[in-house]
C-alpha cells in the first residue's frame, strides 16, 4: 500500500486435489526431480479399495488416481506434485501451503490489478489441466488490500 500501491489477492482452492493426481504425472515429475522411481511406483499402482456402508461391502476396484491420504507421504508427493505451478506466474507471486495457493500482485489502478491477475490465472487454468488438476470456482476468492480512499477506486472483474 506504500505510495498509492494497492494488493491484489486471489486465493484458489482446488477441487479434490489430493484424490486427482494423475499418477503418470507425478512419476514422470518425480523422475525428473531425480528420483528413484521403482518403490514410488509400486506404491502408487495397483492400489485397490473396497467402500463398505451398514456391513455392505463393494468389490473391489483399482485406484487411478490421487495419493493415498493419511500417509506420510501424502503431503511431499502432492507438494512435489504442484511444485512447478509458480513457474506459469508472469505478473504474481505465490504463496503455497499443500493444497492452498495463494496470487498476489501490487497495482496502483483496478485495470493493472485485474491484469495480473487475469494473466496469471489463465496461466494457472492452462498448468492445471496440463496436469490433470481442476479449480473450484465456487471457493476461489479475491480480495483488494488498499487505503480507504484507494478502495473506493476499485472495481474490478476477476
Known amino acids: ?5 494497492a494488493n491484489g489477492v486471489l486465493f484458489l482452492d482446488l ?10 504425472i507425478l512419476l514422470q515429475k518425480l523422475y525428473q526431480y531425480g528420483t528413484p522411481l521403482k518403490l514410488l511406483a509400486s ?14 461391502k ?3 476396484e483399482t485406484v487411478q488416481c490421487g495419493v ?5 507421504l501424502e503431503p511431499l508427493l502432492f507438494s512435489l506434485y504442484i511444485n512447478d505451478l509458480p513457474m506459469c506466474f508472469e505478473y504474481t507471486q505465490a504463496s503455497m501451503f499443500a493444497d492452498d495457493t495463494n496470487l498476489s500482485c ?9 491484469h495480473k491477475l487475469n494473466a496469471d490465472l489463465s496461466n494457472v487454468n492452462d498448468w492445471l489441466e496440463a496436469n490433470r488438476l481442476t479449480l ?5 476468492e479475491f480480495m483488494i488490500i488498499a487505503s480507504k480512499r484507494k478502495l473506493n477506486q476499485f472495481r474490478t472483474d476477476i
Open 1 to 5: 500500500m506504500d505510495k498509492g500501491m
Open 15 to 24: 477441487k479434490k486435489a489430493f484424490d486427482t493426481v494423475d499418477h503418470s
Open 43 to 56: 506404491y502408487l499402482n495397483n492400489r485397490k479399495q473396497v467402500c463398505v456402508i451398514n456391513n455392505n
Open 58 to 60: 463393494s468389490g473391489q
Open 68 to 72: 493415498p491420504q493419511g500417509s506420510n
Open 106 to 114: 501490487t497495482g496502483r489502478t483496478p485495470a493493472e490489478i485485474e
Open 136 to 140: 473450484n470456482t465456487d471457493k476461489t
